[in-house]
C-alpha cells in the first residue's frame, strides 16, 4: 500500500499549497477519490470549498466543470440535450457539464428539486439517459457539491435520496490566524492556483483505487461497521437512521484511509474516525430532539460510546 500512500501524500502536500491548515478535510477529500465516492461541502461563503474542488481537479489532469446552480436551471443545462443536425438529418447529443470527471455543483440547493434529481442517475449510476438514449460517465467520475448551511433564502433543502448519495460531508471552517495571514502572504502577486501543477495522472489514481479496494477487513470489523449503523437507526433521537449504503459508504472509507495510511488492513480506529464525515448527514434527527438542539455529531459521538469495539484476532493464512 506504499503507492497509494506516495500518491495520497503528492496530492495532499499539492492540494495543500492552496488549502492552508485543512489537512485532514483535504485527506477525506482524497478517501472519497479512491472510492469514487461523492462529496458534500457545507459551510459558509469564502473559505475555499471551489477551490479545494479545483486543486484537486489540477493534481490529477482530470477534467474538470464547474456548475453554479440557480433556480431557473433546467435537468437538461446539467445532463446535456440532443439537437437535431440538419445537415446529416439525425439527433445529436450535446453533452452537459456533468460528462465530466470532476464536477464542482455549487450551491446545490440553490437549484429546485426537478434540477436537482437530474444529478441521482449520474451519481448512483455513473450515467446519464437523455432521450431514451444512455451515457456512460467518463471514470473516475466524482461530484463535489457546496451548500450554505446558514442562508436559506431562495433554497430547496437537499432530499434524503440527494443527500444520501453523498458517500461524505466535510465542513471546512474558518482558518487560524496564522494559517490566514499565510493565505494573503500567498495570494500578494496571484493567485497560486494559477501555479499548480498535475502531480499523479489518471492511469494512477485508477490503479490506486484498485488497491484501496484489496485492502482487508476483518469480519469483525465489519460487525462493527454494521452495529454503528444499526445503532444510529434505533436511537430514542433519530427519526431516520443511516442506511445501507451508509454502512458501504463506511466500509469503503475505511479501507481508503488504511490504504492511505500505509496499510493493508482496517482497524476500528479507522471506522471511528470516518463515523461522523460518513454517517451524519443520512441522519434524520425527530422533532422532539430537534427542539433540544441536538445534532447528528452528538448522535454519532453517542453511538461510538456505546457500540462495543471488537478485539483483535490473529488472521490465519
Known amino acids: 500500500m506504499q503507492i497509494v500512500q506516495a500518491l495520497a501524500n503528492r496530492v495532499l502536500g499539492n492540494v495543500q499549497k492552496i488549502i492552508i491548515g485543512k489537512q485532514n ?13 461523492h462529496l458534500l461541502i457545507e459551510d459558509v461563503p469564502g473559505v475555499g470549498k471551489t477551490m479545494l474542488a479545483r486543486a484537486i481537479a489540477r493534481s490529477i489532469g482530470c477534467t474538470f466543470r464547474r456548475i453554479q446552480f440557480t433556480p431557473d436551471m433546467l435537468p437538461s443545462d446539467v445532463t ?40 441521482l442517475e449520474a451519481m448512483e449510476e455513473r450515467q446519464v439517459t437523455v432521450d431514451g438514449i444512455t451515457h456512460a460517465m467518463a471514470r473516475p467520475f466524482l461530484v463535489l457539491a457546496t451548500q450554505n448551511p446558514i442562508e436559506y433564502e431562495g433554497t430547496f433543502p437537499l432530499p434524503e435520496a440527494q443527500v444520501d ?9 474558518y482558518p487560524s490566524k496564522a494559517h490566514e ?11 497560486p492556483i494559477q501555479d499548480l501543477e498535475q502531480v499523479v495522472s ?9 488497491m484501496a ?56 480506529d479507522d471506522v471511528k474516525l470516518l463515523a461522523e464525515p460518513t454517517l451524519a448527514h443520512r441522519l ?19 453511538t ?8 483483535a484476532r490473529a488472521k490465519i493464512r
Open 213 to 268: 479496494r484489496s485492502v482487508y477487513v476483518d469480519d469483525l470489523v465489519k460487525a462493527y461497521i454494521v452495529d454503528l449503523v444499526t445503532t444510529t437507526r434505533d436511537h430514542p433521537d433519530i427519526y431516520l437512521g443511516a442506511s445501507p449504503r451508509g454502512s458501504l459508504g463506511l466500509f469503503a472509507a475505511a479501507r481508503a484511509w488504511a490504504a492511505i495510511e500505509g496499510r493493508d488492513f482496517v482497524v476500528p
Open 80 to 119: 446535456g440535450v440532443s439537437i437535431f443536425n440538419q445537415k446529416n438529418m439525425e439527433f445529436e447529443f450535446r453533452p452537459g457539464p456533468i460528462m465530466a470527471q470532476i464536477v464542482l455543483t455549487d450551491e446545490i440547493n440553490r437549484a429546485t428539486p426537478k434540477t436537482q434529481s437530474a444529478l
Open 304 to 311: 461510538l460510546r456505546h457500540t462495543p469495539v471488537p478485539g
Open 284 to 302: 434524520i434527527i425527530s422533532p422532539s430532539a430537534r427542539i433540544k438542539n441536538v445534532t447528528p455529531r452528538q448522535i454519532i459521538e453517542d
Open 202 to 210: 489518471v492511469e494512477e489514481l485508477v490503479e490506486a483505487q484498485k
Open 25 to 37: 478535510e483535504v485527506r477525506l477529500t482524497i478517501v472519497a477519490l479512491l472510492c469514487e465516492g
Open 165 to 173: 448519495r453523498f458517500m461524505m460531508r466535510i465542513h471546512l471552517g
Open 181 to 191: 495571514i499565510d493565505v494573503l502572504n500567498r495570494q500578494s502577486d496571484h493567485h
